[in-house]
């Protein structure tokens, strides 16, 4: 079971990056999918959340500027970033997420930084 992230790295103010979420062992499509981010110091926090039947729900500082999918065909999910301000930098981790009768699994990715500065 894995998630492997992508796509990260330095932008700057007002720039896009797509990260990528690729997951292998496990059947991606009955899960749910995530973004979270954390700064070091800060709480991790829940960035986008993409149900199994694409509902879609975003951290209200987000709401506008990202936009997550998933591309259950290739194992994937992404998260197009517009309009990136400093305050996104952070890592951001990939999450997969079903609940079970009587428990729950979660799955996590490595993180992949992402940095905006001019």
């Known amino acids: 079971v894995q998630l492997v992230e992508s796509g990260g790295g330095l932008v700057q103010p007002g720039g896009s990056l797509r990260l990528s979420c690729a997951a292998s062992?496990?059947?991606?499509?009955?899960?749910?999918a995530s973004w979270y981010r954390q700064d070091p110091g800060k709480q991790r926090e829940l960035v986008a959340r993409?149900?199994?039947?694409?509902?879609?729900d975003y951290l209200a500082t987000v709401k506008g500027r990202f936009t997550i999918s998933r591309d259950n065909a290739e194992n994937s999910a992404y998260l197009q970033m517009n309009g990136l301000k400093p305050e996104d930098t952070a890592v951001y981790y990939c999450?997969?997420?079903?609940?079970?009768?009587?428990?729950?699994?979660?799955?996590w990715g490595q993180g992949t930084l992402v940095t905006v500065s001019s």
């Open positions: 999450n997969a997420e079903r609940v079970f009768p009587g428990r729950r699994v979660n799955c």
């Open positions: 062992g496990f059947t991606f499509s009955t899960y749910a």
């Open positions: 993409i149900t199994r039947d694409g509902t879609t």
